[in-house]
């Protein structure tokens, strides 16, 4: 932890610290305020960072995580979720998954030309790809730069099926493209919603919209013909999995045919992030909720077992396990299956695609 991280609460962040890099072998920690000249504050302002990437689309080799293909044009979010695992990947590129995953985004710039070259190639089966299989397409930054807009406008072109995952309303924008794939059976949104309690959700995930919004973004995607669905994850043992019954009944309401849940595990640097902010927001609960999510993962804090990961095994994950069920049932979740459509994919220009 640098310097007088320790003592400090950056209201409007998830993480309240910056974790060492282990990819990097040296650690900076500020002193004296002249100790270095050009020292970066942590509650300093977004910076954007532009990428020239050699591919935008990537194959996704987890077993449990429900998409094939996954494409990204922002690596980092602003959105600051304490929880978010694609924290992590950060490090990658040289950042802390920290506060500097909220602060230093990453703009792929070239992602449009990327995905048009992706789709042409040879071979290319027209698998559905997921927008945000690892950082929200929808976060602040896209008001800015539009390339999840233009990743969209040539997905309709091609007629490629997109699967879309998202906790920010700037998806309603786009909804004139999402409605035209729909008629075409190309696309399936997910929002994100793991708790209705305001106050819980200004602190986990600082920079997203109210869940109410959130319902919204379901109940007018769907009323528009566009199959929503929303993913429950990830519930917090001790602090939202008790939500399950009342969400699921307002999404259902809201319009939402389908339903999943993911139980929280802490791995890699996340474990320090989410201790970190677990104790200065909730310190009379910490020991509860930080054992309630070790005994989901055999008494760690994160399981990389596939099939186990993701929904948690022991007592407590098994009761959040029936619970969901039990309430996706009584409100009509999941009795319908989404399958996009992947023989109308055709390169504009190439009359080979019409045989």
Known sequence: MAGNEKN????????QVNPHNKFLKDVYVKEHDEGIDDWEETDRKTSFIFENSKTIVNKVTSPDVGMAYSLNPYQGCEHGCTYC?????HQYWGYSAGLAFEQKIIVKQDAPALFKKFLEKKGWDASTISLSGNTDCYQPAERKFKLTR???????????PIGMITKNSLILRDQDILQEMAKLNLCMVYVSINSLNEDLRQVMEPRTTTAKQRLKIVEQLSKAGIPTGVM??????????????????????AGAVKAGYTVVRLNGAIAQIFEDWLRKNFPDRFDKVWHMIQSCHSGNVNDSRFGDRMRGDGNIAKMIRDSFKLHSRLNGLNTTEIILDHSLFKVPGDQMSLF
Request: glycine share 6%; aromatic share 8%.
């Open 8 to 15: 400090q609460y950056f209201k409007g962040r998830g993480a």
């Open 150 to 160: 233009q990743l969209l406008e040539i997905a309709l072109e091609y007629r490629q």
């Open 85 to 89: 695992y694609a924290r992590n990947s």
């Open 232 to 253: 429950v994850a990830p519930l917090i043992p001790g602090l939202s999995d008790h939500e399950i019954p009342k969400i699921l009944k307002s999404v259902a309401a």
